[in-house]
Structure formats: structure tokens, C-alpha cells
């Protein structure tokens, strides 16, 4: 399943997010969020994001096995990973 989403600030589109979800080989679910947000003020950037990231869901009680994500917000990178123990 592919979702699609704009993203809207003041009546005008300023990125799009985009969650894909589909199962992995042990039947687990994932879920894939792609994120980009760009907003000008005179033709300079006044916000920029870029996001990625990865979850990991157990297919039978649903709760987050592992998290992968990778942000660039105004040109400063962030990464976050996390895995059940």
C-alpha cells in the first residue's frame, strides 16, 4: 500500500510525504516514510527538510522491532536507529 500526501502551508503546496507499507520476508510489517518540505521567502530557502526512515513492526503483536531514520533539516544531518532488545 502507497500513500501519497502534499504537504500545504498557506494555500500552497511545499513538499510532499509519501508512507509505503508492505510486508518483509518473516511476515513483519514495514513501514517506509519519505518526506521532502521546502519553503522560499524571496526566492531563498527559509525551511528545508529532508526525511527518511524505516520501521519495523512485529506482524503479531505490533509493536516496533527497529527504526532507521535519516533527517536533513536546514543542511544539519540527524539519524536516529533503534532496535528491540
Known amino acids: ?7 500545504i502551508w498557506e ?5 510532499d510525504h509519501v508512507v509505503e507499507v508492505s510486508h518483509n520476508e518473516d511476515g513483519h510489517i514495514v513501514v517506509k ?13 527559509a525551511f ?17 522491532i527497529q527504526i532507521d531514520g535519516h533527517t536533513v533539516l536546514n ?3 540527524h539519524e536516529v536507529e533503534g532496535r528491540r532488545l
Open 11 to 15: 494555500g500552497g503546496k511545499i513538499g
Open 75 to 77: 543542511g544539519d544531518k
Open 33 to 45: 516514510h519519505k518526506r521532502k518540505v521546502e519553503v522560499e521567502v524571496l526566492f531563498v530557502s
Open 48 to 64: 528545508s527538510e529532508t526525511h527518511e526512515a524505516t520501521e519495523i513492526w512485529d506482524k503479531d503483536q505490533h509493536y516496533i
Open 1 to 7: 500500500m502507497r500513500l501519497n500526501y502534499d504537504i
